[in-house]
């Protein structure tokens, strides 16, 4: 059996109509019964007001490298707290964490730790900041910003799949200083038959934290034969130019296997290949291709001289052209982080 916090903590970002609770966290807007849960899992309706279930449910610790979030341009080299709790607003086929994101309520192993706990944690660690990641953070968000109120030095970054309301993703932004989204294809149809979500909602959300002028960076999986046409991919890249910045980091992810989608094969290197001449083509500066170890794929080069600033090998990082934030070769200042 799962954890049961020893806290019983309100939502936030609820009304109640008639017997039901409706949240307004997400664009699902679950209506929530008493004794009933929102399709994330992590909101309970109580006779006397809706739940934030999960809060201080602890599934998953670690050190990582921010590289592996990923991000490359926030604090490039560096280690970063990871926290990640159960349950998820969308139903991804092909989620990787899908033991803990698709979790039923109760059915996880975790460990409660207060916010206190948790900052002290991260401190022990001598990290800077705390990544919340592994399962979807912003159905977390009670947890997040108490925890960030405990101790507001620490860095707060988010790895999310950008499913959530405008009202929360901006109190989110005040204290968020790096976001990762999951952009996890570029149709509707995708997002619908695969994710159980809407595209129009993630992007609205991503360029709610871009205007926050939060750091953010985008993955994209390429999954064969369901989201990697060359038209999908260039509407995905030219979209980013003209509604962000050709400076945002765009990752192109390798597939693997998993969940429901076992049976699709990995994803070729020419096609991650082909993702980012296509990227590139409509404009972004900085394109990546993950998950896979290719000669020159996760580098980070200048884009007014195509100095190599960041060479990486894996997680193997070595900062060869970077003198602060300006490339040591022409001057430029590069949208990175240090």
Not at 80 to 96: A, D, E, W
Not at 122 to 140: D, L, M, Q, V
């Amino acid at each position: 059996m799962a954890a049961t916090s020893p806290v019983r903590m309100e939502a936030r970002y609820y009304r109640r109509d008639g017997d039901v609770y409706v949240c307004g966290l997400c664009p699902h807007r679950c209506r929530i019964g008493v004794g009933k849960y929102g399709r994330c899992g992590a909101r309970r309706g109580d006779p006397d007001y809706l739940v934030a279930d999960t809060y201080g449910r602890v599934s998953s610790l670690c050190v990582d490298p921010v590289e592996k979030k990923p991000l490359y341009h926030y604090k490039p080299g560096s280690r970063i707290f990871s926290v990640g709790s159960v349950g998820c607003n969308m139903t991804c086929k092909h989620c990787q964490n899908y033991s803990i994101s698709q979790s039923p309520a109760g059915r996880k192993r975790t460990t409660y730790k207060s916010p206190q706990d948790l900052a002290a944690m991260c401190n022990r660690e001598k990290s800077e900041g705390i990544a919340f990641t592994y399962n979807e953070p912003t159905i977390w968000i009670e947890y997040i910003q108490d925890t960030i109120r405990c101790d507001p030095d620490l860095e707060c970054v988010l790895i999310s799949n950008g499913l959530i309301c405008e009202e929360p993703l901006r109190d989110l932004c005040k204290i968020a200083d790096a976001v990762n989204f999951d952009v996890k294809g570029f149709t509707d149809k995708f997002y619908t038959e695969i994710c159980g979500a809407h595209l129009e909602d993630v992007l609205k959300a991503v360029k709610i934290a871009y205007e926050e002028k939060v750091h953010i960076e985008l993955t994209y999986l390429l999954i064969p034969d369901h989201n990697d046409s060359p038209g999908e991919i260039k509407a995905f890249a030219e979209w980013v130019v003209r509604e962000l910045s050709p400076y945002v980091p765009v990752h192109f992810s390798r597939f693997h296997p998993d969940n429901e989608m076992g049976m699709v094969p990995w994803t070729p290197q020419e096609s991650l290949e082909k993702a980012m001449d296509i990227a590139e083509e409509a404009g972004l500066k900085h394109v990546y291709i993950g998950n896979i170890i290719t000669d020159d794929g996760s580098d980070t080069f200048c884009p007014e001289c195509g100095n190599v600033v960041i060479k990486r090998t894996g997680y193997l990082i070595d900062i060869v052209g970077l003198n602060g934030d300006r490339c040591s070769s022409c001057r430029t200042r590069l949208n990175i982080i240090r």
